[in-house]
């Protein structure tokens, strides 16, 4: 299984927005010849090459039900070596 992401800002802080897992399957019901796939029990094997569902991601981009709400997420900070050594 793979995880999509849209960027949406990349300064002063990231932005990024998931793919919600259902999209596809809805879409793809309502538009079957939009992207070639396969259904196994109830979940969708898209079959087509990177280059091509890349393609089909960033044509609906912009749709507001693909992607979730944008969030930003918060770095970790760095631990020394001394706070990462075992005792």
Known sequence: MHTFVAVSQIE????????DPEWPKKLLD??????????VNDDVLITVSPKELQRFLLTHLRMESAFGKPSEPKAQERLTTKETAYE
């Open 12 to 19: 002063p802080t990231i932005r990024i927005s998931f793919l």
């Open 30 to 39: 309502k538009q079957p010849s939009a992207l070639w796939r396969e259904k």
